[in-house]
């Protein structure tokens, strides 16, 4: 067993994680914004988002690693397509069935990867011209890290102990750089949960370039 490949994730319900809760509405207020008919998951789960943004009005499909989360998935989420992929793999395995996409999306994931390049280079064929990756990971900045700080916080943030839990911690300007080095040019930010400079979470929106 290969000790540093995380393929289990601990999916076993159909309920979304709590960042759902506060990621969830924004994403689908982007997705409208943007008038996104089509629209893929990357990192999709159990499957909770997905059902969101077909509830939205969307044609959804999620990409999910965690063979466990996409069984869950597709239990609970009939009429939607799930595929038993990671990062790590060839998109073009999903487009030898689906069309392109107007939008892909990925919340909390990016965090979680060795290699966190491979996912804007996943999602990037995946995408029409001009179709746009929407993206969310824990919110770094200077006043939420003196709080974390000065309350202690750093050992429960950092999930140093969490068997797949977070190895990257992205600031609005290391996420942008990321994403602009492998193909895409930042639109928008949008800070979510809790008070403004203490988010929860960011999210960037970035178009194919």
């Known amino acids: 067993?290969?000790?540093?490949?995380?393929?289990?994730?601990?999916?076993?319900t159909e309920s979304g994680p709590d960042s759902c809760g506060y990621i969830a509405p924004k994403i689908i207020d982007i997705l409208r914004s943007l008038q996104v008919k089509r629209v893929a998951d990357i990192g999709a789960g159990n499957g909770a988002l997905c059902r969101e943004m077909r509830n939205a009005g969307m044609?959804?499909?999620g990409v999910e690693y965690d063979q466990k989360g996409v069984e869950v998935a597709k239990r609970n989420n009939a009429g939607i397509n799930f595929y038993n992929?990671?990062?790590?793999?060839?998109?073009?395995?999903?487009?030898?069935?689906?069309q392109?996409?107007?939008?892909?999306?990925s919340t909390e994931v990016v965090e979680h990867l060795f290699s966190p390049h491979l996912l804007p280079t996943y999602?990037?064929?995946?995408?029409?011209?001009?179709?746009?990756?929407?993206?969310?990971?824990?919110?770094?900045?200077?006043?939420k890290n003196c709080a974390i700080a000065i309350l202690g916080k750093w050992d429960h943030h950092h999930t140093a102990l969490w068997h797949g839990g977070h190895i990257?911690?992205?600031?609005?300007?290391?996420?942008?750089?990321?994403?602009?080095e492998n193909g895409f040019r930042i639109k928008a930010f949008h800070g979510v949960g809790r008070l403004p400079?203490?988010?929860?979470?960011?999210?960037?929106v970035a178009e194919k370039t």
């Open 168 to 180: 990257k911690f992205w600031s609005v300007k290391t996420l942008t750089q990321l994403l602009e």
């Open 85 to 98: 992929y990671g990062v790590q793999d060839n998109p073009q395995d999903v487009l030898a069935i689906e």
């Open 197 to 204: 400079f203490l988010w929860k979470s960011m999210i960037l």
């Open 100 to 105: 392109p996409f107007d939008a892909v999306v």
């Open 59 to 61: 044609y959804v499909i």
């Open 123 to 143: 999602a990037k064929p995946l995408l029409k011209k001009g179709g746009h990756l929407v993206i969310s990971t824990p919110y770094h900045g200077y006043l």
């Open 1 to 12: 067993m290969n000790e540093n490949l995380v393929t289990d994730y601990g999916w076993d």
